[in-house]
């Protein structure tokens, strides 16, 4: 206080001015919410530094030769048709003449049973087996459900996700084809023209098949494709408890409370923390995929289906924070659920052991992460294309919707008294 | 009574089985200051915490300018500013970058929204460690910081609870003096407090609050007119137990004295003729073996005014 007279103020018209929208005040929460967290050295430690520093570790570990995946993978070919025979023999097209730096090496064999086809893994004659089951054509050109069976060791998750996106993409590139030739065949039924195998096979162009495996798969392949994805999920899985965080201390300091006694509704607080936490998630994951693509020339595939995969699961971990904040009542809770919640998404998701069968690998489908992971799989060694992975996309998107939802309705919940 | 700024109808609120506001109220006019005093747990964050729209009324009602207040009335509480009894502050942040968070989540923009922060930092007396951290403050400076975005976007009506609570004499001279000066500019201000003196000072009109009911109100002439023309008269005494209840039975006896409240050591009368009851008291005292050690005699004040309708002190020690 100056002792002087204090500045005359202007009398107080009923409600001096009109409250924002709820959005521009989310937007204004949120503004503030990175500001201060990006003061705050820990988390730019968690969030840019801490993936950059194990991008460098492993890409340092696995470059040059030895980052090469070097596996044998066997199509085991119980169907024996002419189609079938010739996705064996578009893949085995793709295996390196030289044979010196390791590389995926395909192998067919004829099996009679899918007892045969896991005795070949366990034999050790191949690294993962990609099973193709009697009938399997015929059911494909009926348009009835066949899959491609996968059978991997559990101690080379990696083989065998190259296997199961390979096998993915053939039963992706054969049901395209069938649609195709769908109208030939109708023709042929209509028109009385019998439509031979052999013309089946041509329409089955296996030069579609062959695309499937490229050089991608062969001994340019690297292993960072597969580390780096994964990797920069785990530092999600980091922000993921901040939300919580960042509420409970605004409602220790009263702040939060303050806000609340202006004219901004508790969704507009909660928004502004998820778009907050969702950019934090975001730079985390766009700066892994940045150092990793150009700091150490790792592929992931189509930039465009790539970001969409980002974007989608970026808003799942999102949904799940809002859920742990509305769950936690002090930060000790929320420490404890985030890395509860963590090992269990990692765990289902295939974070750390990447089974193709079993009951794992079916968990993985309803986790956002795993469902990310596969997706991110499809783009780098199945070179499937953005298109290709929407399905996934919206998978995740459906996960992060649902569980931001229920996170908003508890928060508000919590909030209102 | 379309022209109150706020208007609180039979306010009540219960936590479990405790009923921390009991049909509470009021009324304040534009401009007005009006002060709820009380001591610690009767009710008075409880209260301005409804009509913040911070809490739920298990009944009753609360309008400013008309509008209902509730939790969930987010528009109307444009034209409330709040000053929690708490420092409810971002202590990373600067006055400067709080005072233009929350102006901006209130709608202002622009250089009305500069100006208006420069005002207040004036007000408070923190315009030249506008740009330091919370953090860094003096708990008297956080205080005024505290006020400063209570009533930075020019609230109708501006909410204190018990804004000197715990600060040093210098600052609390420098709250006052600031809420002192809002009057001046047509806000109508809701002060609450445990120390009479502020609400003597600061109010023009007088809400006395215990246990969650609002007991008096008034100007404080008109409260304090209520005990007629007593006086509190407190003596200090030592003796034997039993003969010191006798002598405060004595007291009671004597003529003019309205209530007998009994100290520790010794008991406080309220009065029409104080010195007959002083008189009185010595020779009761005499007879019974009781030494006075002490008289005090205090003019009619809100205090008395406390005492008479609660028959307790205002404030217990604090
Ligand atoms: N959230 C709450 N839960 C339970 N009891 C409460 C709560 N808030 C206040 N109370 C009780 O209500 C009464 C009034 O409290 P309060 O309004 O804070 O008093 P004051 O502000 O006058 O000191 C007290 O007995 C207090 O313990
Ligand atoms: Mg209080």
Redesign the interface.
């Known amino acids: 206080?100056?002792g002087s007279?204090?500045?005359?103020?202007?009398?107080?018209?009923?409600?001096?001015?009109?409250?924002?929208p709820m959005l521009s005040?989310a937007l204004?929460?949120a503004r503030?919410d990175l500001h201060?967290r990006l003061?705050d050295r820990s988390i730019l430690l968690q969030v840019f530094l801490a993936p950059i520093l194990l991008a460098v570790i492993v890409g340092g570990a696995f470059s040059g030769g030895g980052g090469n995946l070097d596996a044998t993978i066997v199509i085991a070919d119980a169907d024996r048709t002419a189609v079938s025979g010739a996705v064996g023999a578009a893949l085995t097209q793709t295996n390196t003449t030289d044979g010196e730096s390791g590389g995926v090496t395909f192998e067919t064999v004829p099996v009679a049973n899918p007892d045969e086809a896991s005795a070949l893994v366990d034999s050790g004659a191949a690294d993962a087996v990609i099973y193709i089951p009697a009938g399997y054509t015929a059911a494909v050109s009926e348009g009835e459900p066949a899959a491609l069976t996968v059978v991997g060791k559990a101690t080379s998750p990696i083989v065998t996700g190259v296997a199961r996106s390979v096998a993915d993409g053939i039963n992706t590139r054969l049901r395209a084809q069938y649609i195709g030739t769908e109208t030939a065949v109708r023709v042929s039924e209509q028109t009385g023209i019998p439509l031979d195998s052999a013309q089946l096979t041509e329409a089955l162009n296996a030069e579609d098949v062959v695309v499937v495996a490229d050089s991608r798969l062969t001994n340019t392949f690297n292993i960072m494709s597969f580390f780096a994805p994964g990797m920069a999920m785990i530092f999600l899985f980091f922000v993921m408890g901040t939300t919580a965080r960042s509420v409970l201390t605004e409602q220790r300091?009263?702040?939060l409370?303050?806000?609340?006694?202006?004219?901004?509704?508790a969704t507009a607080v909660v928004l502004g923390k998820a778009v907050a936490v969702y950019v934090l998630g975001l730079a985390s994951m766009l700066t892994v995929y940045l150092v990793t693509t150009f700091a150490f020339g790792v592929d992931w595939g189509d930039p465009l289906g790539v970001v969409l995969v980002i974007l989608a699961v970026v808003a799942a971990i999102t949904g799940l924070s809002l859920i742990v904040t509305g769950l936690a009542r002090n930060e000790e809770q929320a420490q404890s659920m985030t890395i509860i919640g963590t090992l269990l998404l990692a765990v289902l998701g295939g974070t750390f052991v990447y089974s193709a069968s079993g009951p794992l690998s079916q968990a993985r489908a309803f986790t956002p992460n795993g469902q990310a992971l596969m997706a991110f799989i499809d783009l780098s060694a199945g070179q499937a294309n953005w298109q290709d992975i929407l399905p996934r996309v919206g998978i995740i998107l459906a996960i992060g919707v649902v569980s931001g939802a229920i996170g908003l309705i508890s928060i508000r919940r919590g909030l209102?008294? | 009574m379309a022209d109150l700024v706020l208007d609180c109808r039979d306010l009540v609120r219960r936590f479990d089985s405790l009923v921390a506001v009991d049909g509470v109220s009021f009324g304040i006019g534009p401009?007005e200051t009006y002060g709820l005093l009380g001591p610690n747990g009767a009710g008075k964050t409880t209260t301005i915490s409804m009509v913040?729209?911070?809490?739920?009324p298990s009944g009753g009602t609360v309008t400013v300018?008309g509008q209902e207040i509730t939790?969930?009335s987010?528009?109307?509480?444009?034209?409330?500013g709040?000053v929690?009894q708490?420092?409810?502050?971002?202590?990373?942040?600067s006055a400067r970058e709080n005072l233009t968070?929350?102006a901006?989540?209130?709608?202002?923009r622009g250089s009305e929204l500069a100006t208006r922060i420069d005002?207040v930092l004036?007000?408070v007396?923190l315009a030249d460690r506008a740009g330091d951290k919370i953090d860094t403050y003096s708990g008297g400076m956080k205080r005024r910081a505290n006020i400063a975005?209570g009533m930075v976007?020019?609230?109708?009506l501006l909410i204190l609870d018990e804004p000197t609570v715990g600060v040093d004499p210098q600052s609390r001279?420098?709250i006052l003096?600031?809420v002192d000066?809002?009057s001046?500019?047509?806000?109508?201000v809701l002060y609450t407090t445990h120390y009479m003196e502020e609400a003597e000072r600061l109010c023009d009109r007088i809400g006395i609050i215990d246990s969650g009911k609002l007991i008096a109100e008034g100007t404080r002439e008109e409260l304090v007119a209520r005990l007629g023309d007593s006086t509190a008269v407190t003596f200090r005494a030592d003796g034997p137990v039993e003969a010191v209840r006798g002598w405060r039975d004595d007291l009671s006896q004597l003529r003019t004295v309205s209530t007998v409240q009994p100290q520790e050591y010794g008991a406080t009368v309220t009065c029409g003729h104080a010195s007959e009851v002083v008189a009185g008291a010595f020779s009761a005292a005499e007879k019974r073996g009781v030494t006075i050690g002490g008289v005090d005699v205090t003019a009619p004040d809100l205090e008395a005014v406390f005492l008479s309708l609660t028959g307790k002190a205002l404030r217990d020690g604090s």
């Not at chain 1, 007279?5 to 924002?20: C, D, E, Q, R």
């Not at chain 1, 409370?257 to 509704?265: I, S």
């Not at chain 2, 708490?86 to 942040?93: E, K, Q, T």
């Open positions: 206080m100056t007279a204090p500045p005359k103020l202007h009398p107080a018209a009923g409600g001096a001015t009109h409250s924002p005040q204004l929460i503030l201060r003061r300091d009263g702040t409370g303050r806000v609340l006694a202006g004219p901004t509704p209102q008294p | 401009g913040a729209g911070l809490l739920e300018l939790p969930r987010t528009t109307a509480k444009g034209a409330i709040l929690p708490d420092i409810a502050l971002y202590p990373d942040l968070f929350f901006k989540l209130q709608g202002l005002e004036d007000i007396g975005v976007h020019q609230p109708t001279n420098a003096e600031s000066a809002l001046t500019t047509g806000m109508a």
